[in-house]
């Protein structure tokens, strides 16, 4: 078993979708040990994606982050990096494949529904900015 690290974004909580998204993510195997709803401060959506400080599309991305609530959850199953990013389907939704999260919700590449952690490593550090291990129930 391993955990990796889901934000619903805004694009999903705007359009009450949150439910639906976490059906095709428990349909696959993967179990939500952990959820909350935040609002992200421009300086936490800034942090959260400072990898992409130097993308032309940063500004535009933090906008979008911090549009609205977004749901933080920590998901557990087999692989679970792996897994999920299988689940979401690529970044930009016009090359998901059908039944992904990304395929079915996604409004753009930008608005594109969900995060999923891109490493075990990277799990770990997403995961500890938002949740003490005393919130993750599995
Ligand atoms: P991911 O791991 O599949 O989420 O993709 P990346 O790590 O490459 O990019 C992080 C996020 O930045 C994506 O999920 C998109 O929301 C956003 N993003 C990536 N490329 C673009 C782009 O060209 N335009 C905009 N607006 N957002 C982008």
């Known amino acids: 078993m391993s955990r990796t690290f889901s934000i619903l974004k805004p694009d999903a909580t705007r359009r009450n979708i949150t439910g639906a998204v976490n059906a095709v993510i428990e349909a696959a195997g993967l179990r939500i040990v952990a959820q909350k709803r935040v609002h992200f401060t421009k300086a936490q959506a800034e942090r959260f994606y400072g990898v992409h400080k130097e993308r032309p599309f940063f500004g535009e991305l933090v906008e979008q982050m911090t549009a609205a609530p977004v749901v933080v959850q920590v998901l557990e199953g087999e692989n679970a990096v792996a897994k ?55």
Do not use: M
């Open 84 to 138: 999920y990013r299988e689940v979401l389907g690529a970044t930009n939704p016009e090359q998901a494949a059908e039944g992904t999260v990304r395929k079915l919700f996604a409004l753009s590449i930008g608005e594109n529904t969900a995060h999923g952690s891109d490493s075990d490593e990277n799990a770990a550090i997403e995961i500890a900015q938002f949740f003490s291990e005393a919130e993750i129930v599995g």
